[in-house]
């Protein structure tokens, strides 16, 4: 079947070198992962696929089916599932807290700001320069996903239909199971912040149990802590939570690091630590055990067809995150020149699609500076 291309990732370099390699790159895509889990899987797919060649283009697809499928964030997932790849369980546990620890800690400084200032000030300038980027690395992403995934009419077929069900309504958690379903059944038999401390406790099980129940992507995640922290505890008012989501939007790394803003508003930088461990932790859990899992399950032809499905729904489902996305990102000229000057610098220049996010960050602090 795949045989040693599918694991070929781990046999490069000893395993310290491997560990420092997942520990650099994952710790600037922290720092330089704008736009959310739509562009991190994208840049992800490009670096270390295409790029670094740490993972085939298969087994990215397998990976992403799980992340999916399993609960907690899942572009954070897929980094842990990389790392496993690339260096075992050490590798998980290096790039799953190597791609949180930026974002956590700029999120945990924005908290102090906004609990000393009241206010974040305006963020939009960045954030504005930085989404037009992101549709362009999320485009090629998901071409170049597409080639992989959508092999023969069916699984074409299967993410359209997977596309559809999303657009009206259903889950998509459940949509890529019924693909997965449906293509396993089509192929059968052939190969194939300030309280006390005591809160400290209560506050890292809460997120503990969020980051264990949370299926899809970190918007899931708002939902439930505005029914569970704003509308239940009052650990934190509407305006607050809303705060923490544009934190989570406008800075690079997983959107699951909302959880460090509110942790820091209800008990200090105790509570930011205590949250943010909390809501990830389950994620390094279930990311080890289905990783492990994954090796085995892809050599069994009913399995291999599943996530065959499950990956060409996955597809269809990035694609409509980009399509969403465009009319939020392309707003005037100035944003339309900017997707036009990243496409050419991405796909034409060959560019590092990490440098040209910066460097649309660093227009957006310059036009807000002017």
Not at 5 to 18: C, E, I, K, P, T
Not at 301 to 309: I, N, Q
Request: charged share 10%; with cysteine; proline share 4%.
């Amino acid at each position: 079947m795949r045989g040693s291309v599918y694991y070929l990732g781990r046999r490069s370099l000893g395993g310290g070198g491997r560990l420092r390699e997942l520990a650099a790159y994952f710790l600037r895509l922290g720092v330089v992962g704008f736009g959310g889990p739509a562009a991190h899987i994208a840049l992800m797919e490009r670096d270390c696929v295409a790029g670094r060649r740490w993972i085939t283009r298969e087994r990215f697809l397998d990976v992403l089916g799980a992340a999916n499928l399993i609960p907690g964030p899942t572009s954070t997932e897929l980094a842990m599932h990389i790392g496993y790849v690339r260096a075992g369980i050490p590798g998980l546990v290096v790039a799953g807290a190597c791609f949180i620890l930026p974002a956590a800690v700029m999120v945990g400084v924005l908290a102090a700001m906004y609990v000393g200032a009241g206010t974040l000030g305006s963020l939009d300038d960045v954030l504005r320069a930085v989404k037009p980027v992101v549709i362009v690395v999320v485009l090629f992403a998901v071409v170049s996903l597409a080639t992989a995934a959508l092999r023969g009419l069916r699984l074409a077929l299967l993410a359209a239909a997977a596309a559809v069900l999303v657009v009206r309504g259903v889950n998509e958690v459940a949509v890529l199971l019924l693909a997965g379903a449906a293509n396993a059944i089509l192929t059968r038999g052939r190969p194939a912040r300030l309280m006390s401390i005591v809160l400290l406790p209560e506050l890292f099980a809460y997120f503990v149990k969020a980051g264990a129940t949370v299926l899809g992507s970190g918007y899931v995640l708002f939902a439930i802590l505005r029914a569970d922290l704003v509308h239940g505890t009052r650990w934190i008012t509407e305006a607050q939570l809303i705060d923490a989501i544009a934190v989570g939007q406008v800075t690079p790394g997983p959107v699951f690091t909302a959880a460090t803003f509110i942790g820091y508003l209800v008990a200090g930088w105790a509570g930011a630590v205590v949250a943010t461990v909390g809501v990830f932790l389950p994620a390094f859990i279930f990311s080890g055990l289905s990783a492990r899992s994954l090796e085995r399950i892809g050599r069994w032809p009913l399995a291999r067809a599943a996530l065959d499905g499950v990956n060409a729904a996955a597809v269809a489902l990035i694609a409509l995150v980009l399509i969403a996305l465009v009319p939020h990102a392309i707003v005037d000229w100035r944003t339309l020149a900017i997707a036009v000057a990243a496409a050419a610098a991405i796909g034409l220049l060959r560019v590092n699609a990490a440098w040209v996010i910066l460097a649309a960050a660093a227009t957006g602090v310059a036009a807000r500076l002017l």
